[in-house]
């Protein structure tokens, strides 16, 4: 069943989509060669505890019986890794790209939003990879008005994407958010004739295009979680939360 949220609930999912916009900025900050993903996540932490808020991801139940429950405040995912990378003793060299994903939990709602970050200098196409997939989420949120249809987002995505030679993950998609960090409806980068949901006022949706400079074919690393591009190829994640409203849609994890 998909949410709707009232006015107010989508005003205290602002607060923690604020707290998630401020934690990316502070990461992004500390970017930078010689930094390790662990550094980064304590950033992130630090940052959402002092908002008076929880990361959301810290201890994130596991799909599987035998993998352990995630154990970072952040995904930190380096170059080939497309998501869920774990924060460890990995450091940064120049011209590594690492996209970061984080969520935030207050007043009883959640935020989600990612971004993928520079190293240093990095290749003009890995540049491009970033600069296409962020602009893709552009793309889809266009369509996000009431009325059309969760297809109409995920084809905008899909056709930016590979209009400029990329291609969208689709093992992996974006989601409804509110109470429950993943809630209906699923929302895929690539057209999928399963999702004709229409869109309504009070929808609230993580639109996060995740986008390889090769193959769109994935795999998972042994830790059960860390999602890698199945040829090796450099990936990119852009991700905000955003609300459906009478006209425009809000994207609530945006600093004010």
């Known amino acids: 069943m998909i949410s709707i949220k009232s006015k ?29 993903t662990i550094e980064l996540d304590r950033i992130a932490e630090e940052t959402i505890r002092k908002c008076g808020a929880i990361p959301s991801f810290k201890g994130y139940k596991a799909a599987f019986k035998n993998v352990a429950d ?18 460890g003793l990995r450091v940064l060299k120049d011209g590594d790209i690492i996209s970061v994903d984080i969520g935030a939990y207050i007043n ?7 971004r993928t970050f520079a190293v240093g200098q990095i290749s003009n196409e890995a540049q491009r990879l970033i600069d296409v997939t962020k602009e893709s989420f552009f793309k889809g949120i266009e369509k996000a008005v009431k009325g059309n249809r969760i297809i109409d987002i995920s084809g905008a995505v899909e056709d930016y994407v590979v209009e400029n030679g990329f291609s969208v993950v689709r093992e992996f998609v974006g989601h409804g958010i509110g109470r429950e960090m993943h809630e209906e409806p ?3 980068n690539y ?5 004709r949901s229409r869109l309504e006022v009070g929808m609230t949706l993580a639109i996060e295009p995740m986008v390889n400079e090769g193959t769109h074919m994935v795999k998972i690393l042994q830790n059960g979680w860390t999602v890698i591009t199945a040829d090796g190829k450099l990936s990119a994640h852009y991700e905000n939360t955003i609300a459906i409203t009478e006209n425009e849609p809000i994207i609530l994890t945006m600093l004010s």
């Open 8 to 36: 107010r609930e989508i005003e205290l999912m602002k607060k923690a989509g604020e707290i998630v916009a401020l934690a990316l900025k502070n990461v992004e900050e500390a970017v930078k060669p010689g930094v390790s």
């Open 186 to 188: 699923q929302i895929p």
């Open 70 to 87: 995630f154990p970072g405040s952040i995904c930190a995912s380096v170059n080939n890794e497309v998501v869920h990378g774990i924060p």
């Open 108 to 114: 009883g709602f959640h935020g989600d939003a990612a």
């Open 191 to 195: 057209r999928c004739s399963g999702q």
